[in-house]
Protein backbone atom coordinates (compact mmCIF):
# COMPACT_ATOMS: atom_id res chain seq x y z
CA UNK A 1 0.00 0.00 0.00
CA UNK A 2 0.72 3.55 -0.38
CA UNK A 3 2.23 5.37 2.46
CA UNK A 4 2.03 9.01 2.80
CA UNK A 5 4.49 11.10 5.58
CA UNK A 6 1.89 14.31 6.06
CA UNK A 7 1.64 17.15 7.77
CA UNK A 8 -1.86 18.79 7.98
CA UNK A 9 -2.09 21.96 5.99
CA UNK A 10 1.11 21.40 3.90
CA UNK A 11 1.72 19.83 0.52
CA UNK A 12 1.12 16.25 1.16
CA UNK A 13 -3.00 17.19 1.47
CA UNK A 14 -2.46 17.05 -2.46
CA UNK A 15 -1.60 13.14 -2.34
CA UNK A 16 -4.75 12.95 0.58
CA UNK A 17 -7.07 14.83 -2.04
CA UNK A 18 -5.73 12.43 -5.34
CA UNK A 19 -5.87 8.94 -3.37
CA UNK A 20 -9.79 9.79 -2.34
CA UNK A 21 -10.90 10.93 -5.35
CA UNK A 22 -9.17 7.55 -7.44
CA UNK A 23 -9.93 5.33 -4.06
CA UNK A 24 -6.72 4.29 -3.85
CA UNK A 25 -5.89 3.12 -0.43
CA UNK A 26 -3.08 5.02 0.94
CA UNK A 27 -1.72 4.55 4.43
CA UNK A 28 -1.18 8.15 6.40
CA UNK A 29 1.60 8.76 9.17
CA UNK A 30 1.46 12.14 10.47
CA UNK A 31 4.95 13.54 11.42
CA UNK A 32 6.50 16.28 12.96
CA UNK A 33 6.83 20.01 10.68
CA UNK A 34 9.57 21.03 13.44
CA UNK A 35 13.00 21.69 11.87
CA UNK A 36 14.58 19.76 14.65
CA UNK A 37 12.35 16.79 13.07
CA UNK A 38 13.06 17.54 9.54
CA UNK A 39 16.54 17.39 9.86
CA UNK A 40 17.28 14.74 11.42
CA UNK A 41 19.42 12.10 9.59
CA UNK A 42 16.50 9.94 9.73
CA UNK A 43 14.41 12.38 8.02
CA UNK A 44 17.18 13.30 5.65
CA UNK A 45 17.27 9.69 4.25
CA UNK A 46 13.91 10.23 3.11
CA UNK A 47 13.66 13.68 2.16
CA UNK A 48 17.38 14.89 1.47
CA UNK A 49 16.13 18.78 1.69
CA UNK A 50 14.18 18.43 5.02
CA UNK A 51 11.16 18.90 3.75
CA UNK A 52 7.56 17.29 3.58
CA UNK A 53 5.93 15.17 2.25
CA UNK A 54 7.39 11.86 1.31
CA UNK A 55 5.47 8.95 -0.29
CA UNK A 56 6.52 5.26 -0.42
CA UNK A 57 5.49 2.52 -2.33
CA UNK A 58 7.15 -0.71 -1.59
CA UNK A 59 10.77 -0.47 -2.23
CA UNK A 60 9.70 3.56 -3.64
CA UNK A 61 10.58 6.65 -1.49
CA UNK A 62 9.80 9.79 -3.26
CA UNK A 63 10.32 13.73 -2.25
CA UNK A 64 8.27 15.86 -4.97
CA UNK A 65 4.41 16.24 -4.36
CA UNK A 66 4.11 16.78 -8.10
CA UNK A 67 5.85 13.93 -9.15
CA UNK A 68 4.26 11.92 -6.52
CA UNK A 69 0.98 12.74 -7.73
CA UNK A 70 2.18 11.90 -11.42
CA UNK A 71 3.31 8.76 -10.61
CA UNK A 72 0.10 7.78 -8.72
CA UNK A 73 -1.90 8.36 -11.75
CA UNK A 74 0.80 6.83 -14.33
CA UNK A 75 0.54 3.57 -11.91
CA UNK A 76 -3.46 3.58 -10.19
CA UNK A 77 -5.41 5.63 -11.74
CA UNK A 78 -6.23 3.49 -15.46
CA UNK A 79 -6.27 6.58 -17.53
CA UNK A 80 -8.74 8.64 -14.87
CA UNK A 81 -7.73 12.59 -13.95
CA UNK A 82 -5.11 13.19 -16.52
CA UNK A 83 -5.93 13.75 -20.77
CA UNK A 84 -4.24 10.96 -22.74
CA UNK A 85 -0.56 11.79 -22.74
CA UNK A 86 0.91 13.71 -26.21
CA UNK A 87 -2.42 15.67 -27.00
CA UNK A 88 -2.59 19.06 -26.59
CA UNK A 89 -4.97 18.92 -23.42
CA UNK A 90 -1.80 16.47 -21.78
CA UNK A 91 0.45 19.24 -22.49
CA UNK A 92 -2.14 22.20 -20.59
CA UNK A 93 -3.04 19.96 -18.15
CA UNK A 94 1.09 19.58 -17.61
CA UNK A 95 1.35 23.59 -17.76
CA UNK A 96 -0.83 23.94 -15.09
CA UNK A 97 0.19 21.09 -12.56
CA UNK A 98 4.00 23.24 -12.75
CA UNK A 99 2.61 26.42 -12.49
CA UNK A 100 0.48 25.09 -9.30
CA UNK A 101 3.93 23.98 -7.72
CA UNK A 102 6.53 26.24 -9.51
CA UNK A 103 5.53 29.12 -10.02
CA UNK A 104 2.08 29.77 -8.06
CA UNK A 105 3.03 28.33 -4.78
CA UNK A 106 7.01 29.50 -4.80
CA UNK A 107 5.92 33.14 -3.87
CA UNK A 108 3.48 31.62 -1.71
CA UNK A 109 6.55 29.02 -0.08
CA UNK A 110 8.76 32.12 0.46
CA UNK A 111 6.08 34.53 2.23
CA UNK A 112 6.24 31.39 4.71
CA UNK A 113 9.82 30.95 4.84
CA UNK A 114 10.31 34.83 5.05
CA UNK A 115 8.09 34.96 8.40
CA UNK A 116 9.72 32.26 9.75
CA UNK A 117 12.77 33.77 9.59
CA UNK A 118 12.38 37.76 9.85
CA UNK A 119 10.71 39.32 13.05
CA UNK A 120 9.67 41.90 12.34
CA UNK A 121 9.54 40.64 8.25
CA UNK A 122 10.47 43.17 5.73
CA UNK A 123 7.25 44.61 4.35
CA UNK A 124 8.60 45.11 0.91
CA UNK A 125 9.76 41.92 0.45
CA UNK A 126 6.05 40.53 1.56
CA UNK A 127 4.89 42.67 -0.79
CA UNK A 128 6.47 42.03 -3.93
CA UNK A 129 5.66 37.76 -3.01
CA UNK A 130 2.06 39.14 -2.58
CA UNK A 131 1.89 40.80 -6.07
CA UNK A 132 3.57 37.65 -7.51
CA UNK A 133 0.99 35.44 -5.77
CA UNK A 134 -1.81 37.83 -7.07
CA UNK A 135 -1.05 37.24 -10.63
CA UNK A 136 -0.94 34.00 -10.05
CA UNK A 137 -4.62 34.35 -8.50
CA UNK A 138 -5.37 36.54 -11.92
CA UNK A 139 -4.04 33.81 -14.11
CA UNK A 140 -6.51 30.99 -12.77
CA UNK A 141 -9.48 33.47 -12.43
CA UNK A 142 -8.96 34.02 -16.25
CA UNK A 143 -8.42 30.58 -16.84
CA UNK A 144 -11.68 28.83 -15.35
CA UNK A 145 -14.33 31.83 -17.22
CA UNK A 146 -16.88 30.40 -18.14
CA UNK A 147 -15.08 26.64 -17.29
CA UNK A 148 -15.98 24.04 -14.20
CA UNK A 149 -11.91 23.59 -13.54
CA UNK A 150 -8.75 24.23 -15.21
CA UNK A 151 -8.93 22.01 -18.53
CA UNK A 152 -13.38 21.90 -18.24
CA UNK A 153 -13.25 18.54 -16.48
CA UNK A 154 -11.53 17.82 -13.07
CA UNK A 155 -7.84 16.33 -13.35
CA UNK A 156 -4.89 16.13 -11.27
CA UNK A 157 -4.00 19.17 -12.17
CA UNK A 158 -7.10 20.94 -10.28
CA UNK A 159 -5.29 19.47 -7.10
CA UNK A 160 -2.04 20.75 -7.93
CA UNK A 161 -2.96 24.44 -8.54
CA UNK A 162 -6.02 23.92 -5.89
CA UNK A 163 -3.49 23.23 -2.59
CA UNK A 164 -1.31 26.58 -3.58
CA UNK A 165 -5.10 28.58 -3.82
CA UNK A 166 -5.32 26.75 -0.39
CA UNK A 167 -2.13 28.56 0.59
CA UNK A 168 -3.35 31.85 -0.93
CA UNK A 169 -6.25 32.00 1.22
CA UNK A 170 -4.48 31.41 4.27
CA UNK A 171 -2.27 34.15 3.26
CA UNK A 172 -3.80 36.84 1.58
CA UNK A 173 -7.09 36.90 3.04
CA UNK A 174 -8.47 39.83 0.64
CA UNK A 175 -8.76 39.85 -3.10
CA UNK A 176 -11.32 40.00 -5.38
CA UNK A 177 -11.23 37.61 -8.16
CA UNK A 178 -14.70 36.31 -9.00
CA UNK A 179 -14.03 33.41 -11.11
CA UNK A 180 -11.12 31.96 -8.78
CA UNK A 181 -13.61 32.51 -5.62
CA UNK A 182 -16.30 30.36 -7.38
CA UNK A 183 -13.15 28.07 -8.47
CA UNK A 184 -12.42 27.54 -5.04
CA UNK A 185 -15.58 27.03 -3.62
CA UNK A 186 -16.20 24.11 -6.12
CA UNK A 187 -12.90 22.16 -5.89
CA UNK A 188 -13.66 22.62 -1.61
CA UNK A 189 -16.70 20.82 -2.09
CA UNK A 190 -14.76 17.82 -3.54
CA UNK A 191 -14.97 14.72 -0.93
CA UNK A 192 -10.74 14.91 -1.78
CA UNK A 193 -10.59 18.24 -0.74
CA UNK A 194 -12.77 17.71 2.53
CA UNK A 195 -10.63 14.69 3.26
CA UNK A 196 -7.26 16.57 2.62
CA UNK A 197 -7.91 20.01 4.25
CA UNK A 198 -10.49 18.97 6.93
CA UNK A 199 -13.30 20.86 6.03
CA UNK A 200 -10.48 23.80 6.12
CA UNK A 201 -12.33 27.13 4.93
CA UNK A 202 -14.21 26.10 2.52
CA UNK A 203 -15.69 29.36 1.72
CA UNK A 204 -13.62 32.09 -0.96
CA UNK A 205 -10.85 33.92 -1.33
CA UNK A 206 -11.94 37.08 -0.23
CA UNK A 207 -13.38 36.40 3.25
N1 LIG B 1 8.51 21.19 -4.37
C1 LIG B 1 8.35 20.47 -3.12
C2 LIG B 1 8.21 21.52 -2.01
C3 LIG B 1 8.15 20.89 -0.64
C4 LIG B 1 7.94 21.96 0.44
O1 LIG B 1 8.36 23.12 0.31
N2 LIG B 1 7.28 21.54 1.52
C5 LIG B 1 7.03 22.47 2.61
C6 LIG B 1 5.71 22.13 3.28
S1 LIG B 1 4.37 22.24 2.17
C7 LIG B 1 8.14 22.34 3.63
O2 LIG B 1 8.50 21.25 4.00
N3 LIG B 1 8.67 23.48 4.07
C8 LIG B 1 9.68 23.53 5.08
C9 LIG B 1 10.83 24.40 4.65
O3 LIG B 1 10.97 24.70 3.45
O4 LIG B 1 11.61 24.77 5.52
C10 LIG B 1 7.13 19.56 -3.21
O5 LIG B 1 6.22 19.87 -4.00
O6 LIG B 1 7.08 18.51 -2.54
Same mark, same amino acid.
Given at each position: ?????????? +????? @????????? *???? #?? %??????????????????????????????????????????????????????????????????????????? +????? @????????? *???? #?? %??????????????????????????????????????????????????????????????????????????????????
Amino acid at each position: MLKLFHVPKT +RSTRI @IWLCEELGV *PLDI #ET %VSFSSEFRMSPEWLTKNPVGKVPVLEDGELSMFESGAMVQYILDRYANGRLQPMAGTPDHALYMQWSWFGEATFA +RPLGE @IVNHRRNFN *PEIP #EV %VEEMVNRALLCVKAVNDAVEGKEFLLGEFTAADIMVGYSLMLCNQLIPSHSYDEANQYWARLCRMNGAVKAFGGLNPGSLSQ
